[in-house]
């Protein structure tokens, strides 16, 4: 499958059922498709609500029923919670968790009367103060899935510090994250990466020879090659 992320990305920013369509793509771009059975259930959702004693945003409920028991990409590194461990905290219906449980991600409690709310970053749970992380929470959950499948380590992955000036092959592709928030999505036809902080990148291909290839043609010392 092909998929052009920089020619689709700009839509699902603004359309969350453009983004649900994109997550669909990327899922069977990375021969992993979405399959019937891979939501939670209307049931699963409910009975968050009444234990929560909220009602949760369309956009959360509809990205859980689309692909809420697919960890492959979801889980990899940080984890979107299921439905049954999501909770308040803060002032914020969190949805998702660090991989150690020292950040999380969240909406605020005032902005869940919205369809497609901001989220906010907590990068200390400790200290009450967030960090706008995406104006739409549909764009929140579409980077999880721009990020998580890149940290899988049972596919064709892999890490190290990049340069972003060397990039000079790949396409820079639209901003998903609020301004501060240093983290930039590149592609190419074979392969997605991720840079943060300037310069640590991973990196996911559609198979060995397409990693083998692009690890060698950029300076990196890479983690695995």
Known sequence: MTLDLARDLPAALTDRAAAWQLITDLAA????????????????????EARLGLRLPAALREAHRLLGNRPDLTGNHDTLLPPAELYVDQGCLVHRVENQGCAYWGVPLAALGQDDPPTVVRPDAADPETTPWTARLSTELLAVVLTEPLLDQDAYTDAGDVDPADLTDWTELPRLHEPGVDSRFFARPDALMLV???SWAAVRAVGEEALDELCEGLPVSWLNH
């Open 29 to 48: 771009f990375w021969n992993a498709p979405l399959r019937p059975g891979d939501g939670c259930t209307d049931a699963e959702l409910d009975a968050a």
């Open 196 to 198: 943060q902080d300037g």
